[in-house]
Protein backbone atom coordinates (compact mmCIF):
# COMPACT_ATOMS: atom_id res chain seq x y z
CA UNK A 1 0.00 0.00 0.00
CA UNK A 2 1.40 3.17 -1.34
CA UNK A 3 1.28 6.43 1.47
CA UNK A 4 0.13 9.54 0.01
CA UNK A 5 -0.01 11.63 2.99
CA UNK A 6 1.98 15.20 3.06
CA UNK A 7 4.08 14.32 5.38
CA UNK A 8 5.43 11.05 3.16
CA UNK A 9 6.04 12.97 0.29
CA UNK A 10 8.08 15.76 2.48
CA UNK A 11 10.02 12.59 3.87
CA UNK A 12 10.82 11.75 0.49
CA UNK A 13 11.79 15.13 -0.72
CA UNK A 14 13.90 15.52 2.27
CA UNK A 15 15.92 11.97 1.53
CA UNK A 16 16.73 12.80 -1.89
CA UNK A 17 17.95 16.27 -0.80
CA UNK A 18 20.58 14.91 1.53
CA UNK A 19 21.37 11.98 -0.86
CA UNK A 20 22.05 14.45 -3.44
CA UNK A 21 24.05 16.66 -0.66
CA UNK A 22 26.55 13.50 0.38
CA UNK A 23 26.37 13.05 -3.85
CA UNK A 24 28.17 16.41 -4.10
CA UNK A 25 30.29 16.60 -0.93
CA UNK A 26 31.75 12.81 -1.72
CA UNK A 27 32.14 14.01 -5.55
CA UNK A 28 34.02 17.76 -5.00
CA UNK A 29 35.42 16.74 -1.40
CA UNK A 30 37.21 13.62 -2.79
CA UNK A 31 37.98 15.40 -5.92
CA UNK A 32 39.98 18.37 -4.45
CA UNK A 33 42.59 16.47 -2.67
CA UNK A 34 43.84 14.43 -5.90
CA UNK A 35 44.16 17.72 -8.42
CA UNK A 36 46.63 18.76 -5.89
CA UNK A 37 48.28 15.82 -5.62
CA UNK A 38 51.66 15.46 -7.65
CA UNK A 39 52.99 13.14 -9.72
CA UNK A 40 56.45 11.13 -8.27
CA UNK A 41 57.34 9.94 -11.33
CA UNK A 42 59.90 12.19 -13.38
CA UNK A 43 58.51 13.50 -16.25
CA UNK A 44 61.83 12.47 -18.43
CA UNK A 45 61.17 8.42 -19.02
CA UNK A 46 63.91 7.30 -21.22
CA UNK A 47 63.76 3.70 -22.92
CA UNK A 48 66.44 2.11 -19.94
CA UNK A 49 64.11 3.70 -16.76
CA UNK A 50 62.49 1.21 -15.24
CA UNK A 51 59.36 2.19 -13.96
CA UNK A 52 56.73 -0.25 -11.20
CA UNK A 53 54.53 -0.34 -14.32
CA UNK A 54 57.37 -1.31 -16.75
CA UNK A 55 58.36 -4.04 -13.95
CA UNK A 56 54.57 -5.47 -13.51
CA UNK A 57 54.31 -5.74 -17.34
CA UNK A 58 57.70 -7.61 -17.86
CA UNK A 59 56.87 -9.83 -14.90
CA UNK A 60 53.18 -10.55 -16.71
CA UNK A 61 55.11 -11.56 -19.78
CA UNK A 62 57.68 -13.84 -18.04
CA UNK A 63 54.52 -15.46 -16.59
CA UNK A 64 52.76 -15.55 -19.84
CA UNK A 65 56.00 -16.99 -21.42
CA UNK A 66 56.44 -19.61 -19.26
CA UNK A 67 53.10 -20.90 -19.41
CA UNK A 68 53.62 -21.03 -23.26
CA UNK A 69 56.64 -22.91 -22.61
CA UNK A 70 54.81 -25.49 -20.26
CA UNK A 71 51.99 -25.41 -22.45
CA UNK A 72 53.50 -26.56 -25.70
CA UNK A 73 56.08 -28.99 -23.63
CA UNK A 74 52.80 -30.31 -22.01
CA UNK A 75 51.67 -30.62 -25.98
CA UNK A 76 54.57 -32.69 -27.43
CA UNK A 77 54.08 -35.03 -23.96
CA UNK A 78 50.55 -35.63 -25.01
CA UNK A 79 51.62 -36.40 -28.61
CA UNK A 80 53.80 -38.90 -27.09
CA UNK A 81 51.22 -40.80 -24.89
CA UNK A 82 54.17 -41.92 -22.06
CA UNK A 83 53.96 -40.74 -18.85
CA UNK A 84 51.03 -38.40 -17.74
CA UNK A 85 50.24 -37.44 -21.13
CA UNK A 86 51.29 -33.92 -20.57
CA UNK A 87 47.92 -33.18 -18.72
CA UNK A 88 49.70 -31.97 -15.14
CA UNK A 89 52.02 -29.48 -17.41
CA UNK A 90 48.17 -28.49 -19.61
CA UNK A 91 46.87 -27.52 -15.83
CA UNK A 92 49.71 -25.54 -14.93
CA UNK A 93 49.79 -23.21 -17.85
CA UNK A 94 45.71 -22.95 -17.85
CA UNK A 95 46.18 -21.41 -15.09
CA UNK A 96 49.16 -19.07 -15.37
CA UNK A 97 47.58 -18.11 -18.78
CA UNK A 98 44.65 -16.27 -17.13
CA UNK A 99 47.22 -14.57 -14.18
CA UNK A 100 49.02 -13.27 -17.16
CA UNK A 101 46.67 -12.17 -19.33
CA UNK A 102 44.78 -10.31 -16.41
CA UNK A 103 47.67 -8.67 -15.23
CA UNK A 104 48.69 -7.53 -19.09
CA UNK A 105 44.96 -6.15 -19.37
CA UNK A 106 45.18 -4.39 -16.43
CA UNK A 107 48.29 -2.70 -17.58
CA UNK A 108 47.27 -1.84 -20.74
CA UNK A 109 44.10 -0.84 -19.73
CA UNK A 110 45.25 1.57 -17.25
CA UNK A 111 48.14 2.92 -19.04
CA UNK A 112 47.97 6.87 -19.28
CA UNK A 113 49.74 7.02 -22.59
CA UNK A 114 51.66 5.03 -25.45
CA UNK A 115 54.79 3.28 -25.98
CA UNK A 116 57.74 5.11 -24.68
CA UNK A 117 55.99 6.69 -22.12
CA UNK A 118 57.16 4.13 -19.19
CA UNK A 119 53.88 2.56 -18.56
CA UNK A 120 54.75 -0.92 -19.64
CA UNK A 121 51.92 -0.98 -22.61
CA UNK A 122 54.36 -3.14 -24.94
CA UNK A 123 54.89 -5.55 -21.64
CA UNK A 124 51.13 -5.79 -20.78
CA UNK A 125 50.53 -6.48 -25.19
CA UNK A 126 53.31 -8.98 -24.64
CA UNK A 127 52.21 -11.00 -21.71
CA UNK A 128 48.59 -11.00 -23.17
CA UNK A 129 49.55 -12.59 -26.32
CA UNK A 130 52.30 -14.94 -24.59
CA UNK A 131 49.28 -16.00 -22.17
CA UNK A 132 46.80 -16.57 -25.00
CA UNK A 133 49.45 -18.64 -26.99
CA UNK A 134 50.17 -20.19 -23.38
CA UNK A 135 46.47 -21.29 -23.17
CA UNK A 136 45.58 -22.72 -26.58
CA UNK A 137 48.41 -24.93 -26.39
CA UNK A 138 47.38 -26.05 -23.11
CA UNK A 139 44.03 -26.30 -24.14
CA UNK A 140 45.27 -28.69 -26.83
CA UNK A 141 46.94 -30.98 -25.01
CA UNK A 142 44.70 -31.42 -22.54
CA UNK A 143 42.08 -32.25 -25.47
CA UNK A 144 44.63 -34.60 -26.48
CA UNK A 145 45.22 -36.52 -23.27
CA UNK A 146 41.86 -36.96 -23.06
CA UNK A 147 41.59 -39.08 -26.60
CA UNK A 148 43.96 -41.09 -25.60
CA UNK A 149 43.22 -41.83 -21.73
Given amino acids: MVDVSP ?6 SRFTHVLSAAALVAV ?3 ATPTAGQVSDQS ?3 TVTTLTPERIVAS ?3 VVGLIGAIIGGLALLRSVRRIGNSGRRGAIVALILGPI ?7 IVATA ?10 AGGFVAIALSLIGMALSGL ?4 SHRTA
Wanted: overall charge positive; glycine content about 24%; aromatic content about 6%.
Fill in 112 to 121: DGGLGTGNGI
Fill in 7 to 12: RAGWMV
Fill in 141 to 144: ALVR
Fill in 100 to 106: SLVTGGL
Fill in 43 to 45: PTV
Fill in 59 to 61: AAA
Fill in 28 to 30: FGL
